[in-house]
């Protein structure tokens, strides 16, 4: 799996992200923060798609940690660093019991109650004045670092940047660790149940699982209101959590660099087809059907069928 | 609240929930028996109505020319989609599921670019209201909820009392059984593949007059259609129109009492509570 | 069809091409870019259709202008923001980081909550056309100024004498449930207790989503309280037919009075046949103010194949006032423009002789004024209003 090119790849993006904000635009630095953002969700939905779950609703999550973050620190006055913070506290909690009640359905189930939920969330900010309405909440404010407020472009380029690559970091450890070897083995009713059969605590493990993952949208949440200064429930659409789908499927769901290079790529496509409205949204589908029916793995996984399909038939 | 209005406003309800049935007979049906959850169901609910209007508005067709046409064209993609995709995907439900949402995006955005992003109306055919005592009922919503209510029989009838019904279910209760022979797995999904997509398409042709139209509308008729065969149970025909009907009045009294944001939220609430106690819905089975 | 970026395509390929012909580069022209940052797809995309439409009228006419010296073609660029916020947002973020566009229509009350901040940092000049009243034109947004009427203007203008003229005296609003129809409801009830001596009384609101399509239980609760008129402000063609619609199939046979949407008449009628009988509108012509009106409806009709739309007018108008000012001023400087703009009169309206009002009600002068009419549906068409709207201080 860690092979040598990849594992010179890793270090090499990380230099590519500390030398991009002294290169680039303004626009593109825009460009370089809605990436990392979309980049950070489509991570943790992976997360909880890799043991077997479709969250069609993680948009949800999103709104819950920037409304929570927003309200804290515009109503409240509190710094918004502490409201990053309550953001992924906020969203990992309410995922906790959500996931406590819905983990047990399989499938279309638990996507379509997750979708539910995702829904009610919106339409909970739409109806309460004090949450914006319709809206929503204007004047944002941004942290602070050490005196230095991250106004600019070029400032808040780290901000998102530390908090994706810290997302990003977090979930490919948890792959190697035991807890994400187990949770692999809960992907399907039948492989879970074999799992309980040996002691393995199912419910809690998919639970934390898909509570880590929203806590960390959550997080992303905070600072993607902080982005545009302020925040309203039409950004946090269904249509944001299939898009997110979208970025997971074309780029490959198993392995680090399918989510990170599928919301990569298609984010900064999509920036550059702006104007192209339906356009972008054709272009988009089109390319996921073609890699589903192709190649179901996602695009990253197109290296692994060249290899097998390369490498000699005698054995290893 | 008095009595007049409750009435009315249950009268409202019934007719709503008919509408409601008509647009969600479709996704029952496909999901019933292959279950799949066709994402795309809401754009061929619109692509329906879109044609309705190209053929019958833009073009002068008279409508009993119309809407066989539009049939026709929806039970071709039916068996279109279910041999390019669903077979070659069958089993991996997330794919499935993926593939679907594909379709639909695929749908919706060439309508939006085909048919520009101007809200289109399809006359009314049928003007005028009936008068029940006090309660006022439109006549082509009344007609729509009676075409909802054969569309309903005619599936009944096709499900169980056809043998072509007796394939789908056999597919739907155990693949092994179906396997035997004489059941021809692969035409019978073609068929309730294409049946649902007619049954969409349908459902837009004749919501059509009521309200405007848009590309954009596929979207609600999804999200309504979710709704009323999760409450309903997924896969049951009964369900689907109780769950239509119960929806329908709650949304209209609960709009009357408490105000449409109100009822709106209190629909979603219902559908995660019957997700998280109940699961298979009213008249599904425990799977 | 209409659809945009393949006419972008077409445009830059053209464009292109007649650059490339040109013999001398000295004589070619730069673009003055004006962007158009409104919903180009969506229930409200006509009204950022009509805007591209009104801008590619206005530079035909326009043609080739100089500045200091230099000559300048005027060129629109679309950003379909769908009135959604986060769009918007995104869309100013890349006209004035990306794209170095510095005026452009802004569409929306709704979506200037958010790009306020980014229109005073960047000195953007924003050719306003949405409602809402100081919030937006105010002496702190000095490069802000509202092309079209606003809801109060429009409100406290017209309404008392509409009411007088047709008996009105019980009055309810059914608006979108957002920053637009809440701010018109107060200004009714405002309105509605001005008027009591005349026996007026505002009996109840609806609000409902924006997007919805179904009023009926809501209407079911507005009419039993027997409005003698139903104020359908702030929302949009479509929805204004379907509520006239399910209102009149539910035994209602009052009026419908509408100031800020653009409403057609035709696709009113469509959508609610003989029901459409009632509705009023602020704002719109039913005989031509002006031979300039006639004439830009004409190729409108010719070039797009279908009749006008209702901002292309006043998108018209503003381009070709803009351009002026900016040739009076010398310089595309945004904030110069705008103090050379507040003080001139613009003759080449479609609706009349243009100035700008406002000092008193918004402590600044950059709310248009324009002569306005109310017309009413009788028949399935517009017919006149005889009432005219009053001028704002």
């Given at each position: 799996m860690t092979q040598p090119s990849s594992r010179a790849l890793g270090p090499a993006l990380i230099l590519v992200l500390l030398v991009l904000p002294f290169v680039a635009t303004n626009y593109w630095l825009h460009v370089a923060i809605v990436v990392l953002m979309n980049i950070t969700y489509t991570v943790a939905l992976c997360a909880v798609l890799r043991m077997g779950y479709l969250s069609l609703g993680h948009a949800g999550f999103i709104a819950l940690g920037a409304y929570t973050s927003v309200v804290l620190s515009v109503r409240f006055g509190v710094s918004p660093w502490f409201g990053i913070v309550a953001a992924a506290a906020m969203s990992g909690a309410v995922a906790w019991g959500l996931g406590a009640l819905t983990l047990r359905l399989r499938g279309i189930?638990?996507?379509?109650?997750?979708?539910?939920?995702?829904?009610?969330?919106?339409?909970?900010?739409?109806?309460?004045?004090?949450?914006?309405?319709?809206?929503?909440?204007?004047?944002?404010?941004?942290?602070?670092?050490?005196?230095?407020?991250?106004?600019?472009?070029?400032?808040?380029?780290?901000?998102?940047?530390?908090?994706?690559?810290?997302?990003?970091?977090?979930?490919?450890?948890?792959?190697?660790?035991?807890?994400?070897?187990?949770?692999?083995?809960?992907?399907?009713?039948?492989?879970?149940?074999?799992?309980?059969?040996?002691?393995?605590?199912?419910?809690?493990?998919?639970?934390?699982?898909?509570?880590?993952?929203?806590?960390?949208v959550g997080a992303m949440g905070a600072v993607h209101s902080m982005y545009l200064l302020f925040v309203n429930p039409q950004v946090f659409s269904f249509l944001m959590s299939t898009d997110l789908v979208i970025?997971?499927?074309?780029?490959?769901?198993?392995?680090?660099?399918?989510?990170?290079?599928?919301?990569?790529?298609?984010?900064?496509?999509?920036?550059?087809?702006?104007?192209?409205?339906?356009?972008?949204?054709?272009?988009?589908?089109?390319?996921?059907?073609?890699?589903?029916?192709?190649?179901?793995?996602?695009?990253?996984?197109?290296?692994?069928?060249?290899?097998?399909?390369?490498?000699?038939?005698?054995?290893? | 609240m008095g009595l007049t209005l409750f009435l009315q406003a249950?009268?409202?309800?019934?007719?709503?929930?008919?509408?409601?049935?008509?647009?969600?007979?479709?996704?029952?049906?496909?999901?019933?028996?292959?279950?799949?959850?066709?994402?795309?169901?809401?754009?061929?609910?619109?692509?329906?109505?879109?044609?309705?209007?190209?053929?019958?508005?833009?073009?002068?067709?008279?409508?009993?020319?119309?809407?066989?046409?539009?049939?026709?064209?929806?039970?071709?993609?039916?068996?279109?989609?279910?041999?390019?995709?669903?077979?070659?995907?069958?089993?991996?439900?997330?794919?499935?599921?993926?593939?679907?949402?594909?379709?639909?995006?695929?749908?919706?955005?060439?309508?939006?670019?085909?048919f520009g992003a101007q809200e289109k109306t399809v006359p009314s055919v049928l003007e005028g209201v009936l008068l029940l005592g006090s309660v006022r009922v439109p006549i082509e919503r009344l007609a729509a909820a009676s075409i909802a209510m054969v569309l309903v029989a005619i599936l009944y009838l096709i499900v169980y009392r056809t043998r072509t019904g007796l394939a789908m279910r056999a597919i739907e209760e155990d693949e092994e059984t179906a396997r035997m022979p004489r059941v021809d797995t692969d035409r019978v999904a073609g068929i309730a593949v294409a049946l649902g997509f007619a049954l969409a398409a349908l459902g837009g042709v004749f919501v059509a007059p009521i309200y405007s139209i848009n590309p954009g509308m596929g979207l609600e008729a999804i999200l309504m259609s979710f709704i009323i065969i999760i409450v309903g149970g997924l896969g049951s025909i009964t369900g689907t129109v109780v769950a239509g009907l119960l929806i329908g009045i709650i949304q209209a009294v609960g709009a009357l009492t408490l105000g449409a944001e109100a009822a709106h939220v209190l629909v979603f609430v219902a559908m995660i509570a019957m997700l998280v106690f109940r699961p298979q819905g009213l008249m599904g089975r425990v799977r | 069809m209409h659809d945009i970026?393949?006419?972008?395509?077409?445009?830059?390929?053209?464009?292109?091409?007649?650059?490339?012909?040109?013999?001398?580069?000295?004589?070619?022209?730069?673009?003055?870019?004006?962007?158009?940052?409104?919903?180009?797809?969506?229930?409200?995309?006509?009204?950022?259709?009509?805007?591209?439409?009104?801008?590619?009228?206005?530079?035909?006419?326009?043609?080739?202008?100089?500045?200091?010296?230099?000559?300048?073609?005027?060129?629109?660029?679309?950003?379909?923001?769908?009135?959604?916020?986060?769009?918007?947002?995104?869309?100013?973020?890349?006209?004035?980081?990306?794209?170095?566009?510095?005026?452009?229509?802004?569409?929306?009350?709704?979506?200037?909550?958010?790009?306020?901040?980014?229109?005073?940092?960047?000195?953007?000049?924003?050719?306003?056309?949405?409602?809402?009243?100081?919030?937006i034109t105010n002496a702190e947004n000095p490069t802000v100024f509202r092309f079209m009427a606003s809801s109060d203007q429009l409100y406290y203008t017209f309404t008392p004498d509409i009411y007088r003229k047709l008996n009105i005296k019980r009055v309810a609003f059914m608006g979108p449930n957002n920053d637009l129809g809440r701010s018109d409801v107060k200004v009714l009830k405002d309105i509605a207790a001005s008027l009591k001596s005349d026996g007026v009384e505002f009996v109840g609101e609806e609000l409902i989503e924006l997007n919805a399509k179904d009023f009926q239980a809501a209407l079911l609760r507005l009419l039993a309280r027997k409005p003698d008129a139903i104020d359908t402000n702030a929302s949009p063609t479509g929805t204004v037919?379907?509520?006239?619609?399910?209102?009149?199939?539910?035994?209602?046979?009052?009026?419908?009075?509408?100031?800020?949407?653009?409403?057609?008449?035709?696709?009113?009628?469509?959508?609610?046949?003989?029901?459409?009988?009632?509705?009023?509108?602020?704002?719109?012509?039913?005989?031509?103010?002006?031979?300039?009106?006639?004439?830009?409806?004409?190729?409108?009709?010719?070039?797009?194949?279908?009749?006008t739309l209702g901002t292309v007018w006043e998108a018209y108008a503003a381009t070709r006032w803009v351009v002026e000012a900016i040739q009076k001023a010398g310089s595309f400087e945004t904030r110069k423009v705008a103090e050379v703009l507040a003080q001139s009169t613009f003759a080449g309206h479609p609706y009349g002789p243009a100035s700008w009002g406002g000092d008193k009600t918004y402590g600044a002068r950059r709310q248009i004024q324009t002569p306005l009419p109310a017309s009413i549906i009788k028949d399935g068409s517009w017919t006149p209003l005889d009432v005219r709207m009053g001028k704002l201080d």
């Open positions: 189930y638990f996507s379509l109650a997750v979708f539910a939920f995702g829904e009610i969330v919106v339409a909970i900010a739409r109806a309460f004045d004090w949450l914006g309405g319709p809206s929503g909440i204007a004047n944002v404010p941004r942290p602070s670092f050490f005196g230095i407020k991250l106004d600019t472009h070029f400032a808040f380029y780290w901000l998102a940047m530390v908090v994706a690559v810290a997302v990003v970091a977090f979930f490919a450890r948890l792959e190697q660790t035991r807890f994400g070897a187990t949770l692999l083995t809960l992907k399907t009713e039948s492989s879970e149940r074999l799992a309980e059969s040996v002691g393995v605590d199912a419910a809690a493990h998919k639970t934390a699982c898909f509570a880590m993952s929203c806590a960390a970025y997971a499927m074309i780029g490959g769901t198993t392995g680090f660099w399918g989510p990170v290079l599928g919301a990569g790529v298609l984010t900064a496509l999509g920036e550059q087809l702006f104007s192209a409205g339906y356009w972008k949204t054709l272009v988009y589908a089109l390319i996921l059907m073609a890699v589903i029916l192709v190649v179901p793995g996602g695009l990253t996984a197109v290296s692994g069928l060249w290899k097998r399909e390369l490498a000699p038939r005698s054995g290893r | 249950l009268a409202i309800g019934v007719v709503n929930g008919a509408l409601y049935i008509l647009t969600a007979l479709g996704l029952t049906l496909i999901y019933g028996i292959l279950h799949i959850v066709n994402f795309a169901h809401g754009e061929l609910y619109m692509l329906g109505a879109m044609l309705v209007y190209l053929l019958f508005v833009a073009m002068e067709w008279p409508l009993w020319a119309a809407v066989p046409v539009i049939v026709a064209l929806s039970v071709l993609a039916g068996f279109a989609v279910e041999r390019t995709i669903f077979r070659r995907l069958r089993g991996q439900w997330l794919q499935l599921l993926v593939a679907t949402v594909g379709v639909s995006l695929i749908i919706q955005s060439v309508s939006w670019i085909a | 970026s393949r006419r972008d395509a077409v445009r830059s390929i053209a464009i292109a091409g007649a650059a490339a012909a040109l013999p001398f580069s000295a004589h070619a022209q730069e673009a003055f870019k004006i962007g158009n940052l409104a919903p180009l797809s969506g229930p409200a995309a006509a009204f950022g259709i009509g805007i591209n439409r009104g801008i590619e009228l206005a530079a035909e006419d326009i043609g080739v202008f100089e500045v200091a010296g230099k000559r300048y073609r005027v060129e629109s660029v679309p950003y379909d923001t769908s009135l959604d916020p986060g769009k918007t947002v995104a869309a100013l973020n890349r006209a004035v980081l990306n794209d170095n566009v510095r005026y452009g229509f802004i569409l929306g009350a709704a979506v200037h909550g958010a790009v306020l901040p980014i229109i005073r940092q960047n000195g953007f000049f924003d050719i306003f056309m949405g409602a809402a009243g100081k919030e037919g379907l509520i006239a619609k399910q209102a009149r199939e539910l035994g209602y046979k009052g009026y419908f009075i509408s100031s800020t949407a653009v409403l057609e008449a035709r696709a009113l009628v469509n959508v609610a046949g003989k029901g459409a009988d009632g509705i009023i509108a602020y704002r719109i012509w039913s005989s031509s103010p002006s031979p300039l009106y006639d004439q830009i409806a004409e190729r409108h009709l010719q070039k797009y194949k279908e009749p």
